[in-house]
């Protein structure tokens, strides 16, 4: 059986209790090796009145597994010269390891180490209550995080995954003992719904033996239900939220959104391409900042994720402009909403696009976050391989009609947060 | 040498009659090329009344020339999938292009344009105007960034590392297009730029198109050394700041040696000691966010012991002598006086005992382990080739790796005796005023 040897090419296994395995080859020339431990164990997991309890077990990976501490864990990947990061999202939480190539093995048997035996010390999560407890100031009183914050409030209901960062609040991080920890991670880590992607100089039929050996113990079980309260649409609304004391005033537009697997995604990507996605060639960042000079920064998002999705405009700006600035954000969504888009446009942005794959295989660590997301999205093993085209058959009417499901100006939610002038 | 294991491709180097360095690093299996040109102008070449002109003059180079209008530059990177920026610094200013391999001659192209011939037009600084103090504004949200700035304008009195690469607000309003120009033709052009050119391309017939697009360009360029010498530090400094935060916050500076100095390799030990990790030896285009190290002595000390939320130790070394840093955010409830004390302490500990032979073995490895990765990837490979060749030489990063890994514990301690004293500190304090305050 031959291996492929393309990066954007994966190869898909399972091991004999559901564990999903997905290998990468490395992109050519790289010396790396990087694997993501993928587990349902997001905090749309939480149970009401233990909000906080995904992040906090998310931190507390990486601070002691089966036989390390916290202190000998750091030393053993300083000697590897490798790094482990955790991070936490609504839906899910991965772990990644990254080090050098002809050391995968003993570095994927770390990762399972950290992933399968946390430690959960009661110091450790004693520090990070407190880093949490910080955290949630800095959220609301930072003009940024509580622009994002109010958006997310505004557009989900209450339960619901992407309606918080996942920080909870004092009391409930407060109720949360390592007891919570260890039941969450039971729950949510040792999961049929776990998948582990590798991206490695090795044959899958090696990973998968490698990585047999050190997750059999995870059971066979099916996946935990993530709570996906339905979306009400509602008129467009406008929230300020005066801080004073700061200097410039952080601007969000946005709304519910469509998930990956939605049919209309690619359409949508490049839609939020043309708008504000796509850099220096976006509307946004030609019209508000290079022709109108107002902003530093001016930008749109699309996270389309597996379960649902949002899509935000965001800028920041000073105190005597952001009624101007928010006037062009407003016009630019409506622009999009109700013109096509000129014909050379979408193709100059859908090339782009294309044309930026090569860069995104310049290291191991880049192109195994591409194999992570397709991963995880449940996308074919040739996804990667079939995005051009599927880009390519993109309509200016296709995109027209996304723009009305997946960013819907007519029920999108407007946030100021800043230092306000008197309206 | 640098360490065992370290795969950093053979470097080409040249220098072209007016003055150019240019070096070429090619890893032929790449399938991105990465341009990088690194001018030695940044904030230590301004004065009062154009600070943050280095910052803004980066900005015009993206504002069109005769023969690239405004946009034309970045659009053209983009439309091939290709990622442009560039960044100023003290003692620098670089502009990166990384673009699949076959477009290599795009950025080639507008580098040795916007070299000598970028417009700066009356009409686009008079735009560009409000875009960076919007940028300023963004940064002056966060207190971090605050305090940072007044640490280094309360430690500095002469030397021009006294304001903040963005520069003063006052500045940004006045400052006109003339001036602007006048610092461009003066510090821009091939005698004060050094070209890399890193990735997957052949060394060849690259050399010939670099000659070919950058010979003909007039030798411009002044590299500068800064006059102004700061006086030794005559007793500690302090300052209170205030306003809108989360608990308080405290940085610590005390003046530090410039890259070259013999002392260098033993203070980056230390701050590798004190903050988990030092910025030289990191990989990746821009300094990564130091992790948490949980070795780390202010880790230990304030995070562990649950006096701070977050301590780490910062340190860049710069061309002229400059600040080591340590910062510290508190935990809830605690105080500013014990925050500062405990920093105390434990800068103490290691004036009087230095590290111990266990810390300076794990930093050791730490060094060696983590030098090996460090050139993975175009763009990683540009900038690491660029910065030592700018900033000094691209032999610095063998013989600092080459010392650092024969630094003694003794060095360490004799180190911090000499730059962290307490009468020559500079301390900045931010306290946080009341809530959120929302209305």
């Known amino acids: ?151 997310f409030r505004a557009t989900f209901p209450s339960g619901h995954p992407y309606r918080t960062a996942g920080l909870g609040t004092a009391r409930s991080v407060g109720r949360v003992t390592t007891e919570t920890l260890r039941n969450f991670h039971h729950r949510h880590y040792l999961s049929g719904e776990a998948l582990l992607v590798a991206t490695v100089p090795a044959h899958l039929r090696s990973v998968e033996s490698v990585a047999g050996h050190l997750f059999s113990s995870i059971p066979e079980t099916g996946g935990p239900d993530l709570p996906m309260p339905p979306v009400r649409s509602h008129r467009p609304r406008r929230l300020d939220v005066n801080l004073r004391g700061r200097s410039q005033v952080e601007i969000r537009i946005g709304g519910n959104s469509v998930a990956r697997s939605d049919p209309d995604y690619p359409a949508a990507f490049l839609a939020n391409e043309v708008l504000g996605g796509r850099a220096q060639l976006s509307r946004l960042f030609q019209r508000v900042r290079e022709r109108g000079g107002l902003v530093y920064h001016a930008s749109s998002e699309l996270e389309a994720m597996r379960f649902g999705g949002y899509w935000s405009v965001g800028a920041g700006t000073g105190p005597e402009r952001y009624e101007k600035v928010l006037g062009m954000l407003h016009h630019e969504i409506q622009e999009i909403s109700r013109r096509p888009v000129p014909a050379t446009e979408l193709r100059e942005v859908r090339e782009s696009s294309i044309g930026e794959i090569p860069l995104a295989l310049e290291t191991t660590a880049e192109a195994h976050e591409l194999a992570v997301e397709v991963a995880y999205h449940r996308q074919p093993p040739d996804f990667l391989l079939r995005w051009s085209s599927l880009l390519r058959t993109v309509t200016p009417d296709d995109l027209r009609a996304a723009v009305a499901r997946a960013m819907d100006e007519r029920n999108a939610t407007t946030v100021v947060a800043g230092p306000l002038m008197a309206r | 040498m640098v360490p065992d294991g370290v795969r950093r491709p053979r470097v080409r180097s040249f220098v072209l009659s007016n003055g150019l360095r240019v070096l070429l690093a090619p890893t032929l299996e790449s399938p991105t090329v990465s341009v990088w040109v690194w001018y030695r102008v940044g904030s230590k070449n301004e004065h009062p009344g154009i600070t943050g002109a280095s910052h803004w003059v980066e900005h015009m180079l993206f504002e069109g020339s005769p023969r690239f209008p405004k946009g034309a530059v970045e659009r053209s990177v983009l439309l091939v999938g290709g990622e442009i920026n560039a960044f100023t610094d003290t003692d620098f200013t670089a502009y990166f292009t990384t673009v699949p391999r076959e477009h290599l001659s795009l950025p080639l192209r507008f580098e040795s344009d916007r070299m000598t011939r970028a417009a700066i037009t009356e009409e686009e600084v008079a735009r560009e105007r409000t875009v960076i103090h919007s940028e300023r504004e963004g940064n002056e949200n966060w207190p971090e960034f605050r305090v940072e700035e007044e640490l280094f304008q309360l430690a500095f009195r002469v030397h021009p590392y006294r304001w903040e690469v963005l520069g003063r607000r006052g500045d940004i309003e006045q400052m006109t297009a003339d001036q602007l120009r006048e610092y461009y033709r003066r510090f821009y052009g091939p005698r004060n730029a050094v070209l890399v050119i890193a990735g997957g391309f052949d060394p060849r017939p690259t050399e010939g198109e670099v000659r070919r697009r950058f010979s003909r360009l007039p030798a411009w360029g002044d590299d500068v050394a800064v006059r102004e010498v700061e006086p030794p530090p005559s007793g500690e400094r302090r300052a209170v700041l205030r306003g809108p935060g989360t608990t308080p916050y405290l940085q610590v500076g005390w003046r530090s040696p410039p890259l070259a100095n013999e002392q260098t390799p033993a203070l980056l030990v230390l701050d590798t000691v004190l903050g988990g990790e030092s910025r030289v030896f990191s990989a990746g285009v821009v300094w990564r966010g130091r992790r948490e190290h949980p070795t780390a002595r202010l880790y230990r ?139």
Request: glycine fraction near 8%; hydrophobic fraction near 35%; charged fraction near 30%.
């Open chain 1, 1 to 151: 059986m031959t291996s492929s040897t393309d990066p954007l090419r994966l190869e898909y296994g399972a091991l004999a209790n559901g564990l999903s395995i997905v290998r990468q080859p490395p992109p050519p020339g790289a010396a790396s090796f990087s694997a993501t431990y993928i587990g349902p164990a997001g905090w749309g997991f939480d149970r009401r009145g233990e909000e906080g309890t995904a992040r906090i077990a998310s931190y507390l990976l990486p601070s002691g597994a089966g036989p390390y501490d916290r202190i000998e864990l750091a030393r053993y990947l300083d000697r590897a010269g490798a790094t482990l990061t955790s991070e936490c999202a609504p839906e899910s939480a991965e772990v990644t390891i990254w080090g050098p190539s002809e050391d995968w093995r003993r570095l994927l048997r770390l990762l399972a180490e950290v992933v399968l035996r946390p430690r959960f010390a009661a110091d450790d999560l004693e520090r990070v209550r407190r880093q949490m407890a910080e955290r949630q100031l800095r959220e609301v009183s930072q003009p940024a995080s509580r622009a994002d914050r109010e958006l």
């Open chain 2, 301 to 439: 000390s304030l995070v562990e012991k649950g006096l701070a939320v977050r301590a780490t130790s910062g340190w860049s070394p710069r061309v002229y002598p400059s600040l080591f840093t340590v910062q510290a955010q508190a935990a809830a409830g605690v105080d500013l006086n014990r925050l500062e004390n405990a920093v105390e302490r434990t800068v103490d500990e290691l004036r009087r005992r230095g590290p111990t032979a266990r810390e300076m073995s794990d930093v050791r490895t730490r060094i060696r382990r983590g030098a090996a990765l460090s050139y993975e990837g175009a763009t990683s490979t540009g900038f690491r080739i660029g910065y030592f060749s700018t900033l000094h030489s691209l032999d610095l990063e063998d013989r600092l790796y080459d010392r650092l890994l024969r630094v003694t514990p003794r060095a360490v301690r004799d180190a911090a005796r000499t730059f962290l004293t307490p009468d020559a500190r500079v301390v900045v304090r931010y306290e946080p005023t009341g809530g959120p305050s929302d209305d």
